[in-house]
């Protein structure tokens, strides 16, 4: 079981890149060997939870994920955050995935993360319900407000919160 997978891409004949920088999709498979071969605690905690469970898959591309854990509040008195202590493990891990890529988490910027890749993200099935609300109704923690970082994120996380629940409710009619 894994926390992320990579998406099959096409490579178009006669594309060319216009910078020097590696390409996003070998730093998201460099970042992902590193975090699976050396994994922490919290990697090894999300992935039994996610064995012991029934995982949803989940295509979000890397700035979605950044705007929903941008929103995780681990030190709030909010009671869905309090109820969702339970998914810190799994939500830590996935910082550490962003941090890996070079997105670091600031007081002030967040995670600032601007790239359009997509890839599957694994998350307990309990979770997803908890992303669709903190997309709807949370705000980021970050001190500069995300209307500043980010291109339309309202619309963005509304976007990812109707995918969220379509997602689960089509993972629940396949299991029942």
């Known amino acids: 079981m894994r926390l992320f997978e990579l998406l099959p891409h096409l490579d178009l004949p006669g594309q060319h890149r216009l910078t ?4 996003i999709d070998l730093m998201v498979k460099h970042a992902l060997a590193r975090l699976e071969q050396q994994p922490s605690s919290r990697w090894r905690d999300a992935i039994r939870d996610l064995e012991s469970g ?6 979000v591309s890397l700035e979605e994920l950044a705007l929903l854990l941008e929103r995780v509040d681990y030190s709030s008195g909010r009671l869905e955050d309090i109820e969702a202590m339970r ?7 996935s910082s550490e995935f962003l941090e890996a890529l070079g997105y670091e988490w600031t007081n002030q910027f967040g995670l ?5 890749f997509t890839l ?3 998350v307990p099935e309990a979770m997803v319900g908890y992303l669709a609300w903190l997309a709807r109704f949370s705000r980021s923690v970050a001190s500069l407000p995300e209307e500043l970082r980010y291109l339309d994120p309202r619309r963005k996380l509304v976007d990812v919160a109707t995918r969220l629940m379509s997602e689960l409710a089509t993972h629940v009619n396949q299991t029942a």
């Open 20 to 23: 020097g920088a590696p390409p």
């Open 54 to 59: 029934r995982p949803v898959r989940l295509e």
């Open 87 to 93: 998914f810190w493990n799994h939500l830590q891990a």
């Open 112 to 116: 600032d993360c601007h790239e359009s």
């Open 120 to 122: 599957a993200w694994f």
